[in-house]
């Protein structure tokens, strides 16, 4: 009898356990980045910190992943830091990163310094391919500024560091945290 009440007892609070996690309304996704010595983010668009590529995915866009050990898999090995994000409600279909704002960059393309305008929430896909990818696609982030401009995985990378450059210093859903550099910052 005594044996029966405990593995009852193991199964209520398994269960409760797992409904807690059920109703949970945020999920976390995560970006690999290298950082400077001092830990500061190089908000660079090369394919080391927000290339926005096909990478095997049907549509270019910007990796992001479940775990950091997704990451580190992908990198293979560690990133100097990560870009977290969390997502407030992805049981509801709410899956933007950034909150509803218009934001103005200035990125050098073909050449030439411009001004952009970035609208957000971007949206992020969780495709699962593979397993644990999410991604946010290079026309999600170029949305209002293909109209005067041809697409480019280039320069939606461009954006998406400012972007993000903007959001974790702005944005307290967007955070850098450390990973093989300590003092990993926004700036």
């Keep these: 009898m005594r044996h029966y009440k405990i593995h009852t007892k ?3 609070a398994a269960f409760a356990a797992s409904a807690a996690i059920a109703s949970s309304s945020s999920a976390q996704v995560f970006h690999g980045v290298r950082a400077h010595d001092n830990g500061v983010v190089l908000w660079e668009h090369d394919a080391n910190n ?3 590529s096909a990478g095997g995915q049907p549509k270019p866009g910007l990796s992001f992943y479940d775990s950091m050990e997704a990451v580190d898999i992908e990198l293979r090995g560690q990133p100097d830091c990560y870009i977290r994000v969390m997502l407030p409600n992805p049981r509801q279909n ?3 990163v950034g909150q509803n704002v218009n934001i ?3 990125i050098t393309h073909g050449g030439v310094r411009q001004n952009f ?3 957000f929430p971007w949206q992020i896909i969780n495709d699962n ?3 644990g ?4 696609l290079g026309a999600t982030i170029l949305a209002n500024i293909l109209p005067n401009f041809d697409y480019s995985n280039n320069l939606a990378s461009k954006v998406a560091a400012e972007g993000f450059r903007y959001l974790a210093q ?4 967007v955070t850098v945290i450390p990973g093989t550099n300590p003092n990993c910052a926004a700036q």
Excluded: K, M, R
């Design 10 to 12: 193991l199964v209520v």
């Design 50 to 52: 927000f290339g926005v």
């Design 94 to 96: 709410d899956l933007s």
């Design 104 to 106: 103005q960059l200035q």
């Design 117 to 119: 305008n970035a609208n």
């Design 129 to 131: 391919i593979p397993p």
């Design 133 to 136: 990818h999410w991604s946010i």
């Design 170 to 173: 702005n944005d307290p859903q």
